[in-house]
Every structure is written in C-alpha cells, then in structure tokens.
C-alpha cells in the first residue's frame, strides 16, 4: 500500500558528517520507485536544503518545523511569526546580550556582526556565520528566529513568552517558532489539504523538534542516534544513522 514518507534531515538523511549515505539515498530512490511520496520535514529554511532536493530529486517538504510548506514544488502553507512578538523577544534578548539570528525562505541574517555561539552552531549545518543587517526582521516575513543562549538561560523565554515556542536543537542554539507550531501541524495541513490519511504516513527524525511528527504518524521512526525524548515518542527504533539506520527502518517496513 502507498505511503506517504516524511524525512527529517539532520541526525535522519544526514550522518554524522553531514552528508547521505550512499544507502540511504538508494533507499529514498527505491521507495519512491515503489509508489511511495517523499516528504522532507526540516527545520531548515528553503534555501538551507536544496542540495539535498535536488540530491534526492525531491520536490515537496516542509521547512521551519511546519512554519513552510511545499508541494510539487509549489508553496502551499506559509505562516510567519508575529511582529509585535518577535520585536519583544528580540528586546529581551539584547537585554540579556544574546544573539539572534532572523530567517526568512532566502537568507539569515545576525543581529550582530559576529559572535562565536553563532559561528558554532551554525557552521555544524555547514553554513557560515550570517551577515549582519540592521533591523532586517522589520521589513520581512521572518518564519523561524534562533536565540543563543545556554539551556539554564533558555528557561526565562519560555516563561515570559508563552505565545512562543522554543526549541533547543544545538548546545548553544535555540529556534523560536510561533507556539503550536510542528512537523506534526504541517503533516496535519497536508492529510487534510490533500486528502490522505494519517494512517498511511510515516515519519523518520531524531530530534526534539521531530517529537510532535513522530506522535503524529500512523507510524513514528526514531533513529538510534535520537535524543532521549524523541526515542521515547517512537513506534520503533533503528540504528544509528551512522550504522546504516534509516536503510534497515525501511527494510524493517517493508518500503523497500
């Protein structure tokens, strides 16, 4: 029976060098071969993945944790964060000398020219550190915004924004997206936008932003390489992403 495959990247089609595996990307090929539609479900903005697209041949995804949402190459969902919210948070985070890092689907951009908790986290995505430009989330839909800060001092966001979701996905990084905002949202649009049950849908992640998907799905894969709450989340649990996890999920489901 067709089904519909949505693929987180980073930690999932990504080892731990940041690149696919020649198997897994043999596998996303065979699957599709069977009759089975390719989602990716990222946290990265549009201009973050299109190696990967065009690597995999993919023409529909979801970008900012649900926030951009892509089918057959034409976008069918798109939600920024609030300005009067983002002008606030951006506030308090220069109160408190944390960088922030402001995304819209063609570029990021630094509310500071350089600061070393950026240059770590997002040279991990083999990406450099963004330019700055001031007061660039003013005039443009900004989708997903990143804090730097530490997990002790991320507490304070959480309780004075409660219209914000946080997101830890780095030690030193954290996204903010609009609360109730997900994979598992944009895979909630899509089933009803395009007619397809849940049931028929199948999700692959590892991180803490892959939680809500992985409970969403008919059935939720959580790599071995999973943080500790998403591994708890899963319908069933693979190898490390290193040891040729997502190929023997997919064995394991029969996709290929």
């Given at each position: ?5 949505f693929f ?6 990504f ?6 595996p020649i198997?897994?990307k ?6 599709r071969?069977?009759g089975h539609e ?7 903005a549009?201009f973050m993945?299109?190696?990967?697209l065009?690597e995999l041949e993919i023409n529909?995804?979801?970008?900012f944790?649900?926030q951009?949402i892509?089918?057959n190459?034409?976008?069918v969902?798109?939600k920024?964060?609030?300005l009067?919210?983002?002008k606030t ?11 922030m890092?402001y ?5 990021m ?7 070393p908790?950026i240059?770590?986290s997002i040279?991990s995505?083999?990406?450099?550190h963004p330019?700055?430009e ?5 005039n443009?839909?900004?989708?997903q915004?990143?804090v730097?800060?530490t997990e002790?001092?991320e507490?304070?966001y959480?309780e ?5 979701k ?7 990084s ?7 905002a997900s994979?598992a949202k944009a895979i ?8 397809i049950?849940v049931?028929?849908t199948i ?6 932003n ?11 894969v959580?790599?071995g390489?999973g943080?500790?709450e998403?591994?708890?989340?899963a319908?069933?649990?693979?190898d490390h992403?290193?040891d ?5 999920a997919?064995k394991?489901?029969?996709?290929i």
């Amino acid at each position: 029976m067709k089904k519909v495959l949505f693929f987180d990247i980073d930690g999932t089609l990504f080892n731990s060098k940041k690149y696919i595996p020649i198997k897994a990307k043999e596998a996303v090929f065979e699957a599709r071969k069977k009759g089975h539609e390719i989602f990716i479900a990222t946290g990265r903005a549009p201009f973050m993945i299109q190696d990967v697209l065009k690597e995999l041949e993919i023409n529909s995804y979801i970008c900012f944790n649900g926030q951009y949402i892509v089918y057959n190459n034409e976008v069918v969902f798109n939600k920024g964060i609030d300005l009067n919210q983002l002008k606030t948070v951006s506030d308090f985070a220069n109160i408190h000398n944390h960088p922030m890092v402001y995304m819209n689907a063609e570029k990021m951009i630094s509310s500071i020219s350089y600061h070393p908790h950026i240059e770590e986290s997002i040279s991990s995505l083999k990406f450099s550190h963004p330019q700055y430009e001031k007061n660039f989330y003013l005039n443009q839909k900004i989708y997903q915004s990143l804090v730097f800060c530490t997990e002790e001092e991320e507490l304070s966001y959480r309780e004075t924004f409660p219209l914000l979701k946080f997101v830890r996905w780095h030690r030193v990084s954290v996204d903010i997206l609009p609360k109730g905002a997900s994979k598992a949202k944009a895979i909630e649009f899509l089933c009803e936008h395009f007619n397809i049950a849940v049931e028929d849908t199948i999700a692959f992640g590892d991180g803490l932003n892959d939680i809500e998907m992985l409970e969403t799905v008919g059935f939720g894969v959580c790599m071995g390489n999973g943080h500790e709450e998403a591994l708890k989340r899963a319908n069933y649990i693979t190898d490390h992403v290193d040891d040729d996890g997502l190929v023997k999920a997919m064995k394991y489901l029969n996709l290929i």
